[in-house]
């Protein structure tokens, strides 16, 4: 995996040659265990996507990689949305299939914890280390 993708804010790289299903399979498969491993019980995950390109098949694989979680799938709603939800159904975690404002040949991640607290994309890179 190209850690390239991993930046300050967000995952973000060209889709498909650094962003595919695949690659959101490791990375959810990972976050599920982070997220697993800090509750006693399954930790409730908000997934969500925009429109750009290739998110439905993006969305579907990380659906696939929170398997075991409590899955909140919001599908189709805007970023704000997203964080909204997870703050407001109070859960631990989310999960935007998302590039934001980067050029449309480029999707990503954004991921949260509690409280829609962002994590780093370097963050996330130290997770998948530690879980995979």
Known sequence: MNETIFKANDIRGKYPLEINQETILKITVALNRYFCSRKKRRPKIVVARDG???????????????????????????TPMFYFLVSRLKADGGVMITASHSPKEYNGLKVVGKNARMMAGREILKIMKKEL
């Open 52 to 78: 750009r390109f290739g998110s439905d098949e993006l969305y579907k694989a990380a659906v696939k990689g929170l398997r075991g979680a409590n899955v909140l799938q919001a599908s189709l709603i805007t």
